[in-house]
């Protein structure tokens, strides 16, 4: 099967961040089957480990059909629930997003080891992505019970910090981890009908992950930052866009590693007033009066743990001159240096102004996190499949590019230079209103469809959607067409008319493809429909236009395999003939009775046995 998933059994025991103690909740002689996921307390015995002092794997098959039950050496011991053991033996690698870059909590990126400087080599992750570890089913029993192994099924001796050896541990081969399911084929003539049959999208919550208190920063940890004047400790904030306005909430907290962008918009009742007093629009506020702590802290800062913040260029102060506000802050940009476990070292700030004059404002903050190691980075959308709220790819000219829609400002208009970037599995509606500018060109119908096609459809048009998340421009398997349906240009009875579009609906069918245990999110099919509107006056200098993304999952999870077959014993057709022959006293003799009398006996021991 393509994609094989964490289901089969390995040499190299799973990681997971529990703490390690293997005997824990285990008494001797019990048999505790369960089935283990990678992730969990060492004390699991589906997510049992090797201590750096034991050994993982069982011996070579004796002759006799047996196998030793001491352990060969490996030359990459590992414990479960420890970060630092990296799972490189898993075939695929699904949380390795970036070619050539380690990947923030991806236990099976190899690249974390050879081209991330993290410092303590995984300490820093602060849990492993699922399906970065290996799944097992395995039962474990006191090593103390067991004398000698002979089962065919893989086996793992599990060690106790000290040395002894604790635990036996059998491996089983459960069919569900393995299971492999086909996708359908979808093509323009049935992709209404699977999309009536699997309709019914819906919105998934995020989860929102707890931050860890540690000796230094984890991944997705707040950024502490410290006021030395009034000896007041905060965190670094990333300000991020609410409601449908988008406007500004600052309380959100800058995560550790965590690399992004957010746009937001300001709004002002008094802008003569604001302009001077509001910090959000001052430059200064940005670096001036604050430090970044290397490492969290929770009573006392020392001068050494602080690290100020660089600004590449010092803008003025904002001023108002007549009905103008100069020097603004349009755009944040923070560039951090951290090497893993020692922490952040250097912090740069890179501040854009401009000059307003309305009531509102469009701001952008950016987080850059690097470290000392270069690396060249390929973003996917996953690995092999999509990552849910991963960017949906398409391809335009041999390019690989974001499929993006209409992005409304907060005064209601439809933005000339942002575009939402649309999120695999998560359904979108946007509206807005797009200004047209007379030209020479005024009364002419095609100019008015050139300009609202393109303002739906964007600068390029999408020529196919990536299958798998990824999907390499010259692999032509991994891409599959865009359905186009575009509106009629008959205006009806209207003669003097002129048609339209004024909305566009993204449909995109995808399903889980692959191992139960691991599936894949994979694009089976898409369509892009234009509706249009008849205008009768091409004087029109605002239209309303609305884009819709809707995803359907046609997910069809298959029966489950059915257990072992029962024995089922059939008598061969003659087998009561000797009984007929002594009975009917035929030529069988007493002899011939006591022979058929053992032969009867012989049978029922072996089917007994």
């Known amino acids: 099967t393509a994609g094989i998933g964490p289901g089969s059994p390995s040499p190299t ?66 414990v479960q629930g420890d970060p630092s053991a990296p799972e490189a033996c898993l075939p695929t690698c699904i949380c390795n997003l970036h070619s050539g870059s380690c990947d923030i909590n991806c236990c099976c990126d190899t690249d974390c080891n050879l081209g991330c400087d993290l410092g303590d080599s995984r ?55 393995n299971y492999f399911q086909q996708p359908q084929n979808i093509n323009k003539s049935d992709f209404s009908v699977f999309l009536a049959q699997y309709g019914r999208p819906s919105f998934i919550p995020p989860s929102q992950d707890q931050p860890s208190s540690s000796a ?36 959100n907290p800058a995560g550790f590693l965590e690399s992004k962008s957010t746009s937001c918009t300001r709004t002002f009742t008094n802008l003569s007033s604001s302009c001077t007093t509001d910090p959000t629009l001052d430059a200064a506020s940005y670096y001036r009066n604050f430090t970044i702590l290397k490492v969290p802290v929770n009573m006392t800062v020392v001068q050494l743990m602080q690290v100020r913040i660089t600004p590449v260029t010092q803008p003025g102060a904002p001023q108002m001159d007549g009905n103008t506000c100069h020097n603004v802050v349009s755009e944040v940009i923070y560039e951090i240096e951290f090497s893993g476990t020692h922490g952040i070292q250097n912090v740069s700030v890179q501040l854009k102004v401009t000059n307003i004059s309305g009531n509102s404002l469009q701001q952008r903050f950016t987080l850059q996190f690097w470290s000392r190691t270069p690396s060249y980075t390929l973003p996917r959308s996953g690995s092999p499949g999509y990552i849910m709220g991963a960017p949906l790819l398409s391809l335009n000219s041999g390019a690989r590019q974001q499929v993006t829609i209409l ?33 020479t060109e005024d009364g002419n119908c095609s100019y008015f469809q050139e300009k609202l096609y393109q303002a739906l459809q964007g600068v390029s048009s999408p020529q196919a959607l990536a299958i798998i998340g990824s999907a390499e421009p010259t692999q032509t398997d991994q891409w599959t067409s865009i359905i186009i349906r575009n509106c009629s240009m008959q205006a009806g009875n209207c003669a003097s008319c002129c048609m339209v579009p004024v909305s566009l609906k993204i449909q995109v069918l995808w399903a889980e493809v692959g191992l139960q245990s691991n599936p894949q999110s994979q694009v089976l099919g898409a369509r892009y429909w234009y509706q249009c509107q008849s205008l009768k006056s091409l004087s029109m200098t605002m239209v309303p236009l609305t884009t819709v993304v809707a995803f359907t999952d046609m997910t069809e999870w298959p029966e489950p395999p059915r257990s072992q077959p029962s024995t089922y014993w059939k008598l061969p057709f003659d087998f009561f003939f000797p009984f007929k022959i002594a009975l009917n006293g035929g030529v069988s003799g007493q002899g011939d009775l006591a022979a058929a009398f053992l032969m009867s006996l012989a049978f029922c021991s072996i089917l007994s046995f």
């Open 216 to 251: 230094f920063y984890r991944a997705g940890d707040p950024i502490q930052t410290y006021f030395a004047a009034s000896s007041v400790l905060s965190t670094l904030r990333q300000p991020v866009g609410m409601g449908a306005s988008g406007l500004c909430i600052d309380g």
């Open 407 to 439: 992005q409304s400002q907060g005064d209601g208009m439809c933005s000339q230079t942002l575009r939402y970037k649309v999120q695999f599995g998560m359904n979108v509606r946007t509206s807005c209103q797009l200004s047209i500018s007379q030209t």
């Open 13 to 78: 025991a799973g990681i997971g961040p529990g703490p390690p103690s293997p005997t824990a909740g285990i008494g001797p002689g019990s048999l505790s089957p369960t089935a283990g996921i990678g992730p969990g307390l060492a004390t699991d015995p589906g997510s049992l480990g090797r201590t750096p002092g034991g050994s993982s794997g069982p011996g070579a098959p004796s002759p006799q059909g047996g196998s030793s039950a001491e352990p060969e050496p490996s030359a990459t011991p590992g």
């Open 123 to 177: 300490a820093a992750f602060s849990f492993c992505l699922p399906g970065s570890t290996r799944i097992v089913s395995q039962v474990c029993v006191e090593k103390s019970l067991i004398f000698r192994n002979n089962t065919p099924h893989h086996t793992e001796i599990v060690t106790d910090p000290s040395g002894y050896e604790s635990l036996f541990c059998v491996q089983l081969s459960d069919a569900k981890l």
